[in-house]
């Protein structure tokens, strides 16, 4: 099991500072990806005890940005830096990732302080949609400009998208559980399909990834033999909690919901397998990407 080893030249293998950017880029994409969702409902329901139930998922995620953020800082090394590099917004994708990640944020507690103000927090809403969108965006483009084969092209679109509504849907799931509403049962049954539409066609898409690396460069060729080789346990792995665990038991839950039932449990289950597999497509994002020049 190849976990917590140094990088090698013609392997690879995840440095531990990559472990705080695997906790930094889910945590954020999730906490996006469950905004956008709040943001989508509010526009269908006028329900008071609705609006109440998504500003308490608004406050929820506070604190998981803020392991997000304090993650990043244990793979910056100097957090002074981050503040250095915002003089570089118009050139630099990175540069534009903290922008927008620390935007996201604090708009974020701005809502959540100016809750009883509907206008201006009606304005925020959107605000902090768009900060979120533009940070994930970054994010990806920092590794498709990168010199990684395995990030360059549609895949880490793909695979950012993926947690941002696979993984936000079942985050946004689990804490709407927690207050009851008239049109709780719509919105999770929105979030359950959402979810395991997102799932199946990112699934769908791995066997077109791995055609387009084993027929690439020496590098991507070399990525493709680590997730057909030595990671083979965990990619297999990965997709079982995805689809065996999350999807199944996402469809199970939908169908509870038909019955006018709220299966809060299914829900719990399917966003622990989700968290654990999309950690596990991210450690597999870092640990199997080989640089141009080495195969």
């Known amino acids: 099991m190849l976990l917590g080893c140094e990088r090698q030249a013609g392997g690879s293998c995840v440095d531990p500072r990559e472990w705080s950017l695997i906790l930094f880029t889910v945590l954020t994409q999730a906490s996006v990806g469950a905004f956008l969702f709040t943001l989508w409902f509010e526009q269908r329901s006028k329900e008071t005890a609705a609006r109440q139930a998504y500003q308490r998922l608004h406050g929820v995620l506070i604190p998981v940005m803020i392991v997000a953020l304090l993650a990043s800082l244990g793979h910056l090394g100097r957090p002074m830096q981050a503040l250095s590099s915002l003089g570089n917004l118009g050139t630099s ?36 949609g768009l900060a979120g969108v533009a940070a ?63 799932a199946l066609i990112e699934a769908a898409l791995v066997p077109l990834q791995m055609a387009a690396l084993a027929g690439g460069s020496e590098a991507a060729q070399a990525t493709a033999a680590l997730l057909a080789g030595p990671y083979a346990w965990l990619v297999i792995l990965r997709w079982a909690l995805a689809l065996i665990v999350g999807v199944v038991v996402l469809l199970a839950a939908i169908r509870r919901l038909a019955m006018q039932q709220v299966p809060g449990s299914l829900f719990y289950v399917a966003c622990l397998a989700i968290l654990v597999s999309e950690i596990a497509g991210r450690y597999l994002f870092y640990a199997t990407a080989v640089p141009l020049g080495i195969g």
């Open 93 to 128: 994708w990175l540069s534009r990732e903290i922008f927008f990640t620390g935007g996201f944020f604090v708009l974020l507690v701005l809502m959540v302080l100016l809750k009883r103000n509907d206008g201006v927090r009606r304005v925020l809403a959107w605000l902090t």
């Open 136 to 198: 994930v965006i970054s994010m990806a483009m920092i590794y498709h400009m990168s010199i990684m084969p395995a990030w360059q092209g549609y895949g880490t679109f793909v695979a950012f998208g993926g947690t941002t509504f696979f993984l936000g849907a079942a985050l946004a799931a689990v804490v709407l559980l927690g207050r009851a509403y008239q049109d709780q049962a719509r919105d999770l049954r929105s979030l359950a399909w959402t979810a395991v539409v997102v």
